[in-house]
């Protein structure tokens, strides 16, 4: 038998599925503890009017396998958004088919498609085998730049200063 | 005389002096090379019904002294929108009049209101001076993310494979 995969838009049915997708990647990054469930915050984030995200999702033989989730940033210099990757995750059993390369695929068609003059994502400074597989798919690593971040209460805070 | 600070949404008749200020800003980071002068595209990412970013004007006695450019990104393990701090730039003739402060105050004021769980921004690691000043203003540091990018004609390279 042939294994199938496919990778198609998220529908608002998918959601239970995300938010499950959502958690075991925050899982495997060690980081459950900044997760929050709130199905119908994420059903209006990414279904409502104005949606901020958008998810791709990877079925293999009709399984849902991984998904993506990015959104649109801009470049004031080159006049052209950029997409931008938040989130990657292939499920551990459907590791090593390439499904990860296909949902990067994707993600540079529909970039080509929104003109789109960068394809953009966060990668950890220690973890080599991603960095190695994102070079090899012709990224560059910007080695100078930090995030820096404004988080939680500390923005009211600097607000009403 | 009392100097007057005043920091506003832009507005279209703004477009000319936002398309010279990001010009500054490419000039003071000597990044001119990346930028491409397109008064419509960015009248309509701006303005457009669907825009991609939004800017706040600061004026120091009715003269334009500076600008903010940000977007809003979203983090799926908080169900909420970040706002993304693209562009920050003062003139240098007004500079150390707590200009640059009053337009992260105003961005941090959005962010509150529109219930966004970060402020992010990326800043170069050897920049010290603005990194004490970020410091200072109560954010944090991420030194173990780098940013990873696929550009241009290496986006359809990799789609297309």
């Known amino acids: 038998m042939v294994s199938s995969l496919q990778i198609r838009a998220a529908q608002p049915a998918d959601l239970p599925e995300i938010l499950t997708l959502i958690r075991e990647l925050?899982?495997?990054?060690e980081l459950e503890h900044q997760v929050v469930e709130d199905p119908d915050l994420l059903n209006e984030h990414l279904f409502g009017p104005q949606p901020y995200a958008s998810v791709q999702i990877a079925e293999w033989d009709g399984t849902i396998a991984g998904y993506v989730l990015y959104f649109m940033t801009y470049s004031s210099f080159r006049k052209q958004p950029s997409l931008y990757l938040e989130d990657l995750f292939v499920r551990p059993r459907f590791r090593r088919q390439g499904?990860?390369?296909?949902?990067?695929?994707?993600?540079?068609?529909?970039?080509?498609?929104?003109?789109c003059g960068r394809v953009e994502w966060a990668v950890?400074?220690?973890?080599?085998?991603?960095?190695?597989?994102?070079?090899?798919?012709?990224?560059?690593?910007?080695?100078?730049?930090?995030?820096?971040?404004?988080?939680?209460?500390?923005?009211?805070?600097?607000?009403?200063?």
Do not use: H, V
Request: hydrophobic share 50%.
């Open 26 to 29: 925050a899982s495997f990054e």
């Open 99 to 115: 499904i990860a390369t296909a949902l990067l695929q994707q993600l540079a068609a529909i970039a080509t498609e929104r003109q």
């Open 124 to 161: 950890l400074d220690w973890n080599q085998r991603a960095i190695d597989f994102y070079e090899g798919l012709g990224a560059k690593l910007l080695p100078d730049w930090r995030i820096c971040r404004l988080e939680g209460a500390a923005i009211g805070n600097f607000a009403g200063r």
